[in-house]
């Protein structure tokens, strides 16, 4: 699980030229607007990541409301949900992310340990989870049908890649290690799998639940789609449980932005659940031209990235750029060849066009 929110350490302050009543704050490799003098260098404070999702009517967030809160209402204007959203924003010529706030705040957090998860304590939830939510409410695209059960865990990790700004320590700890950089699509994550440990061995599911086949939903149509059933099936009679993850792109979904006519999906990873381990880059490329599964456009393998690139910076301005349909790209993710270690790097001007 994403920590969303979280006991972060101030590392360091820096003016903002032509701004008087505002600066940077630093943590990891965030940086986030604050007022001046509100925080001193080597303050904890809570930290509330890009994609946080607060509770509207906590009188606490109220000065975010103007700029931040997000409604979704039915035809009748009716609220179907609501929350203020901590996203990517710039003041003064400066990226923005996240936003710090003095602990004292929070009176309900008893431990003050530096980076311990908040999100469940403070009730903040995942703003790409709500808006899946409210718009397959809203009818605008059946995402998801009638809940099976919970996510697999057991089974097959979940999809959420960790952001390189959590993690600067690989800069000096990943120096040796060679990564596969795949592009990141703007769709929606779906795990497609067939255990033999199961009562009913084949699934499909969202990012947090397993899915039933209610006809409709957009899951179990891509399933059929590409026969997935069928082809895991397969595999586990020749003695190999396999898990499909995927990101599903077409009408309705995200916004569509590469404008596709079709649903259809993008695999990104493969997972062996005999042996919990993750198919090596090879091996899922040479599976996926097999079976004739659309993959994730590669950009580069067997790439020791950390010996070229030496900050964040030099990652973020690899990220830039369109995707071959000519819109801008979410982002790209790297995946270590021997599948221990990932992380994805998010282009901000994709962030900044957000609504």
Not at 93 to 104: E, K, R, T, V, Y
Not at 291 to 309: G, Q, T
Not at 311 to 334: A, C, I, N, P, Y
Request: hydrophobic share 35%; proline share 3%.
């Amino acid at each position: 699980m994403r920590k969303l929110a979280s006991i972060r350490t101030i590392e360091s302050l820096s003016p903002i030229e032509g701004a008087d009543k505002i600066e940077l704050a630093h943590t990891g490799g965030w940086q986030c607007v604050v007022g001046k003098d509100q925080f001193k260098p080597g303050e904890a404070a809570v930290f509330f990541e890009i994609d946080s999702a607060l509770a509207p009517n906590d009188e606490r967030y109220a000065f975010l409301k103007p700029t931040c809160l997000k409604e979704w209402r039915n035809k009748d204007g009716q609220l179907v949900d609501s929350c203020i959203r901590i996203r990517t924003m710039r003041f003064r010529g400066q990226i923005s992310q996240g936003l710090f706030m003095p602990i004292h705040d929070f009176p309900e957090i008893v431990d003050r340990t530096e980076g311990i998860d908040l999100t469940e304590v403070l009730h903040v939830r995942h703003f790409d989870l709500i808006k899946e939510q409210a718009d397959t409410i809203l009818g605008k695209v059946k995402l998801a049908g009638d809940i099976y059960g919970s996510f697999p865990s057991a089974l097959v990790p979940k999809t959420d890649e960790e952001r390189l700004q959590n993690l600067m320590d690989y800069f000096e700890t990943r120096k040796d290690v060679a990564f596969e950089c795949t592009e990141k699509f703007d769709g929606c994550s779906v795990t497609f799998g067939y255990s033999t440990t199961l009562e009913d061995p084949f699934f499909v599911c969202g990012r947090n639940n397993r899915l039933k086949d209610t006809g409709e939903n957009l899951y179990w149509r891509m399933a059929r789609k590409y026969d997935l059933q069928h082809l895991l099936e397969q595999c586990s009679k020749m003695g190999t449980d396999l898990a499909i993850q995927a990101e599903i792109v077409g009408p309705g979904v995200n916004g569509n932005r590469d404008q596709y006519t079709e649903h259809e999906i993008r695999v990104f990873r493969i997972y062996d659940m005999q042996k919990q381990q993750w198919l090596t880059p090879e091996a899922r490329h040479a599976f996926c031209e097999r079976h004739k599964l659309p993959h994730v456009k590669i950009v580069r393998d067997n790439w020791e990235v950390f010996k070229e690139f030496t900050s964040l910076d030099d990652f973020l301005r690899f990220v830039e750029g369109k995707t071959d349909r000519g819109h801008e790209r979410e982002g790209m993710v790297w995946k270590s060849l021997n599948g221990r270690t990932s992380f994805k790097v998010i282009n901000n001007n994709y962030l900044l066009k957000e609504k």
